[in-house]
């Protein structure tokens, strides 16, 4: 039986760590670039369309969040309510749940990460 040694290189180890942040920061914005080609956030004065941002402040331990920042984010966001779609034409609830794992862009999420990371690498 062979002994094998490894060796790990740390300059590509921390290469392929800010490779991987680098993509998940461009895919939270593509995905933002999707939701509002989509026009699913409610819309009324665009407070809160606009009110949106990505938290990186613990990427590697707790992922990035896309937040909308308004007192009100959370009730349209998980409250079922009739929406104006005066300027958003498909506003709705949940509108972030499509591209959570299961949902029908859970695809566009992954193939966009996967695309950004190739780039950076």
Do not use: C
């Not at 995905?31 to 080609?37: A, F, G, K, R, T």
């Not at 009324?44 to 590697?60: A, P, R, V």
Request: glycine share 4%; proline share 4%.
């Amino acid at each position: 039986m062979a002994d094998y040694r490894v060796e790990l290189n740390d300059a590509v180890l921390a290469k392929i760590k800010q490779a991987h942040i680098n993509a998940a920061i461009k895919t939270a914005n593509s995905i933002m670039l999707d939701v509002d080609e989509e026009q699913t956030v409610p819309f009324l004065y665009g407070t809160l369309d606009q009110s949106k941002f990505i938290d990186d402040s613990d990427i590697l331990h707790e992922g990035i969040r896309i937040l909308y920042n308004t007192p009100y984010a959370a009730k349209q966001y998980f409250v079922p309510m009739n929406h104006n779609f005066t300027q958003h034409a498909h506003a709705t609830d949940h509108w972030l749940d499509p591209y959570l794992p299961g949902g029908t862009k859970a695809s566009f999420a992954k193939d966009k990460y996967v695309q950004h990371f190739k780039k950076e690498f």
